[in-house]
């Protein structure tokens, strides 16, 4: 989810060059309270069950899952 939000505050906040760090963080905190005054969520594309099927490395099975067994380590 951080990856997604970096790539919209990217978009929306920081296509363009700040000069200085005070104006930075002025910009960020201005557009993470727009966001979190107009309740941005994320539409996802996959269930959870299609994302470890896909990308399991990146999400791994809990307890009451099956979870795919990686090789240890020699």
């Not at 363009?16 to 760090?21: A, E, L, V």
């Not at 005070?22 to 557009?31: G, P």
Request: proline residues 5%; hydrophobic residues 40%; glycine residues 6%.
């Amino acid at each position: 989810m951080v990856e997604i939000e970096i790539g919209v505050m990217v978009g929306q906040c920081l296509n363009r060059r700040i000069p200085d760090k005070a104006t930075l963080v002025s910009e960020i905190a201005h557009w993470e309270r727009r966001r979190n005054r107009d309740r941005a969520s994320i539409d996802w594309m996959f269930t959870v069950e299609r994302a470890r099927e896909k990308l399991g490395r990146a999400y791994p099975a809990h307890k009451g899952h099956p979870a795919r067994r990686r090789p240890a380590a020699a």
